[in-house]
């Protein structure tokens, strides 16, 4: 069971183009996992394929963590199949924190699950948020790493089902911009 890249094109998940990523780079490749995850038979397959990644590793889970929007579905359906505890973080007049109401023991062992991880920049964020909560992030799960290194969260264990390998460039590098090719800018919204 495992999960490739031809299966996010498939969905439509990942596309190809000229695009102004969030992080400002330009890139021919977009994903958009929620393409993939709006299947809840997909979704559940992916969450599967997640937790038998983790479970490899030995680790304890008490429960998952995933941050709003991007890592809801893959977390919760992650934590259906290690059978834990389904959290999430949102982004609050700009910080990130556990949504209202969740609570985290002290020293509980937490999954952190995303979607995709371009940079490790916001789980990383989501890291440091959950251990002044006094919980131990004791491994991050991705759908995709498109980050170009294996594990950005060194010393802690990180598991992704997809790895990609997309170029990216900052603007005044483009060689789509070169080219003169129109850009797509898909996370953009009027007045953002
Ligand atoms: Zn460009």
Same mark, same amino acid.
Do not use: C, N, Q
């Given at each position: 069971m495992n999960l490739t890249l031809e299966d996010l094109t498939a969905s439509s998940?990942? /596309?190809?183009?000229h695009f102004c990523l969030s992080s400002?780079?330009?890139s021919g490749d977009y994903l958009q996992c929620a393409l993939h995850l709006q299947e809840p038979q997909r979704a559940e397959k992916a969450g599967r394929m997640l937790a038998q990644a983790i479970r490899a590793n030995s680790i304890e889970i008490d429960s998952v963590v995933s941050p709003a929007m991007g890592g809801l579905i893959i977390g919760h359906e992650t934590a259906r199949a290690l059978?834990?505890? =389904?959290?999430?973080? *949102?982004?609050?007049?700009?910080e %990130?924190?556990? /949504?209202?109401?969740? =609570?985290?023991?002290?020293? *509980?062992?937490?999954?952190?699950?995303?979607?995709v991880v371009?940079?490790?920049? =916001?789980?990383? *964020?989501?890291?440091?948020?959950?251990q002044s909560y006094g919980a131990k992030v004791v491994a991050v799960g991705s759908l995709v790493n498109r980050s170009g290194v294996a594990n950005p969260f060194e010393p802690i264990p990180y598991e992704a089902l997809v790895v990609a390998d997309f170029s990216t460039w900052k603007p005044e590098e483009c060689p789509l911009c070169a080219k003169g %090719? *129109?850009?797509?800018?898909p996370g953009s919204r009027p007045g953002k």
């Open positions: 998940a990942h /596309r190809t183009g400002g780079l330009h059978d834990v505890t =389904s959290l999430f973080t *949102e982004r609050k007049g700009g %990130m924190m556990l /949504r209202r109401g969740f =609570s985290l023991r002290d020293g *509980e062992r937490v999954l952190i699950v995303e979607d371009t940079t490790g920049k =916001s789980t990383r *964020e989501v890291i440091t948020i959950l %090719m *129109e850009i797509d800018k």
